[in-house]
């Protein structure tokens, strides 16, 4: 029987015909098990790392969408609040616009029936002293004529001109009114001396009363045309201001 001797280290060799190269370390089953094993390990820790990674991920990637929201919230609510405030203004110039221009274009339109109120009056009172002046009735007819035209298209300068009176112009209106009347009436008295013949009689109504409710006319025009004018420099301002302001 072969057996193997012990060696002066201590070892043993192996009996002749046998080498060391045909022994194996370990029996090839537990090799298999301990290499699967670690093999498993190996996959299960590399999965368990990926798992952790990508969660990982998955927090740092919400944590900025969050961040995203959170800053883009406040930027949106600042675009509509800008939209809504350009609207707004829009609407608030076109507004004021509006209605300088209505107030604008209704002075004007004022200023221009004064004008036309102011001429007539002056024509009718030259008129009238015309009257004295003529020589020949038939010339004292024609100027009958021209007064009552003249007149006509003043009372109704006088009645369109309503629409513009406000409430602080409605006293110095009634006083316009209440002079043309008075001018009217002592136009006649004119007329009726100077056809007569009472030529001195005819001076002393036109240098006097017509004279005097004439020029009172024209004071009260010119009153109106300057609380015209200051109204409509008012929506000019103010116009003004909300294209600057």
Do not use: W
Request: charged share 20%; hydrophobic share 40%.
């Amino acid at each position: 029987e072969l057996r193997s001797r012990p060696t002066a280290c201590g070892s043993r060799v192996p009996p002749p015909g046998h080498s060391l190269e045909k022994l194996p370390a370990v029996l090839p089953e537990k090799t298999v098990l301990i290499r699967d094993g670690i093999h498993l390990h190996s996959e299960y820790s590399l999965r368990l790392q990926k798992g952790y990674f990508g969660v990982k991920v998955l927090l740092v990637n919400k944590k900025r969408t969050s961040l995203k929201v959170l800053i883009l919230i406040p930027v949106f609510i600042l675009g509509i609040l800008s939209v809504v405030s350009n609207i707004m203004a829009i609407n608030n110039i076109r507004m004021v616009n509006s209605n300088a221009s209505d107030i604008t274009d209704d002075c004007m339109n004022s200023i221009s029936e004064l004008g036309e109120i102011q001429s007539a009056t002056q024509s009718i009172h030259k008129l009238g002293l015309s009257h004295i002046i003529a020589t020949d009735l038939n010339t004292m007819i024609s100027v009958v004529e021209n007064i009552r035209k003249e007149q006509s298209e003043l009372e109704n300068n006088l009645e369109d001109y309503k629409k513009y009176v406000s409430d602080s112009d409605q006293e110095v209106y009634n006083s316009l009114v209440q002079n043309y009347e008075i001018m009217k009436k002592e136009l006649g008295s004119i007329m009726a001396y100077s056809a007569l013949g009472k030529k001195e009689e005819a001076y002393a109504f036109a240098n006097g009363v017509v004279s005097d409710s004439s020029s009172a006319i024209q004071e009260n025009i010119n009153v109106l045309k300057e609380h015209a004018n200051s109204t409509a420099s008012t929506a000019r301002e103010r116009l003004s201001a909300v294209y600057t302001g």
